[in-house]
């Protein structure tokens, strides 16, 4: 099932060829739009998805699909207590790192930045399909970079603490397609990708059990018309399982919780009137644009 949230935070199934959007809003209990303060029913249906789902597949077959470019969508998640990213998780990404990247906006190789590990986003840096990332002024006016890394995402249905990794992947309500972006630089990583609209998260959430082998999905990342980053999430370092066993191992997650998998080599450079166009094998593009 394809999950979106859309207009005024109304909760939709998007049909499989992407092109239409069914409401299902009154499906869901004690719905209250897209208030933060009043995120409980999002939450829930995250970790009740065992139940909910069917409710949500009988009302969307009694539903009238309503074009997608009809409607406005929103980013498919709602008020997550945390966005937790993964850093250096693919062989060739810590090699761009290490031997362009880091020299050019730092001047200098910090080699704790290019071990794996998580760190934390603001959870208000969400963006949803169709806005744009706002480059932030001071980090432009001293001629920071500001970069792209186009990832795999995902959202937490049930919560947990200590994961083992053979259990983890069943605590995966759906993945989306996720953009984690960056100001490049010295400084706190956490602080430098959690400006607002750094994580445009779309276009909707496509849930675990429509995707066959999540470790064998294509990310394509297009800035401009120009092909930037192609991998596989077979080339992860650490697999999701291993991520939310490791994450889970830090800090509970839960329900509504978002995990970005880590970025591919090909990060790069946005400037202002770019558009992104970012993809995963049977998630969607996610589409965003760039202004100062
Ligand atoms: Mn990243």
Same mark, same amino acid.
């Given at each position: 099932?394809?999950?979106?949230?859309?207009?005024?935070?109304?909760?939709?199934?998007?049909?499989?060829?992407?092109?239409?959007?069914?409401?299902?809003?009154?499906?869901?209990?004690?719905?209250?739009?897209?208030?933060?303060?009043?995120?409980?029913?999002?939450?829930?249906?995250?970790?009740?998805?065992?139940?909910?789902?069917?409710?949500?597949?009988?009302?969307?077959?009694?539903?009238?699909?309503?074009?997608?470019?009809?409607?406005?969508?929103?980013?498919?998640?709602?008020?997550?207590?945390?966005?937790?990213?993964?850093?250096?998780?693919?062989?060739?990404?810590?090699?761009?790192?290490?031997?362009?990247?880091?020299?050019?906006?730092?001047?200098?190789?910090?080699?704790?930045?290019?071990?794996?590990?998580?760190?934390?986003?603001?959870?208000?840096?969400?963006?949803?399909?169709?806005?744009?990332?706002?480059?932030?002024?001071? *980090?432009? =006016?001293?001629?920071? #970079? /500001?970069?792209? %890394?186009?990832?795999? &995402?995902?959202?937490? $249905?049930?919560?947990?603490?200590?994961?083992?990794?053979?259990?983890?992947?069943?605590?995966?309500?759906?993945?989306?397609?996720?953009?984690?972006?960056?100001?490049?630089?010295?400084?706190?990583?956490?602080?430098?990708?959690?400006?607002?609209?750094?994580?445009?998260?779309?276009?909707?959430?496509?849930?675990?059990?429509?995707?066959?082998?999540?470790? *064998?999905? =294509?990310?394509?990342? #297009? /800035?401009?018309? %120009?092909?930037?980053? &192609?991998?596989?999430? $077979?080339?992860?370092?650490?697999?999701?399982?291993?991520?939310?066993?490791?994450?889970?191992?830090?800090?509970?997650?839960?329900?509504?919780?978002?995990?970005?998998?880590?970025?591919?080599?090909?990060?790069?450079?946005?400037?202002?009137?770019?558009?992104?166009?970012?993809?995963?094998?049977?998630?969607?593009?996610?589409?965003?644009?760039?202004?100062?």
């Amino acid at each position: 099932m394809r999950i979106a949230l859309f207009d005024d935070w109304r909760l939709g199934v998007v049909d499989p060829g992407g092109q239409t959007v069914r409401d299902v809003t009154a499906a869901v209990r004690g719905r209250s739009g897209g208030d933060p303060f009043g995120a409980g029913w999002w939450v829930r249906m995250c970790r009740d998805f065992a139940d909910a789902g069917p409710h949500l597949i009988r009302a969307a077959a009694a539903a009238t699909p309503v074009p997608l470019t009809s409607v406005r969508l929103r980013p498919p998640v709602l008020n997550p207590t945390k966005i937790v990213a993964t850093a250096s998780n693919y062989g060739e990404h810590v090699a761009e790192m290490r031997d362009a990247v880091l020299a050019r906006v730092t001047g200098q190789v910090d080699a704790w930045l290019l071990d794996f590990d998580v760190f934390l986003k603001a959870p208000s840096s969400v963006i949803g399909p169709g806005t744009e990332v706002v480059l932030p002024r001071a *980090a432009v =006016d001293q001629g920071k #970079e /500001v970069h792209h %890394e186009s990832e795999l &995402a995902l959202v937490i $249905g049930r919560g947990g603490a200590a994961i083992p990794e053979a259990e983890a992947l069943d605590h995966v309500l759906g993945y989306l397609v996720g953009l984690d972006m960056t100001v490049r630089g010295t400084g706190d990583r956490s602080r430098r990708k959690s400006y607002d609209t750094f994580t445009p998260l779309g276009p909707w959430l496509t849930t675990a059990d429509e995707i066959a082998d999540p470790q *064998a999905l =294509d990310i394509r990342l #297009e /800035v401009a018309g %120009e092909l930037r980053q &192609a991998a596989n999430t $077979g080339d992860m370092l650490v697999p999701i399982a291993g991520i939310i066993a490791y994450a889970s191992s830090v800090m509970r997650l839960e329900p509504g919780d978002v995990i970005l998998t880590g970025a591919p080599p090909g990060v790069g450079e946005v400037h202002p009137g770019e558009r992104i166009e970012a993809s995963i094998t049977g998630l969607g593009t996610l589409r965003v644009g760039v202004r100062r």
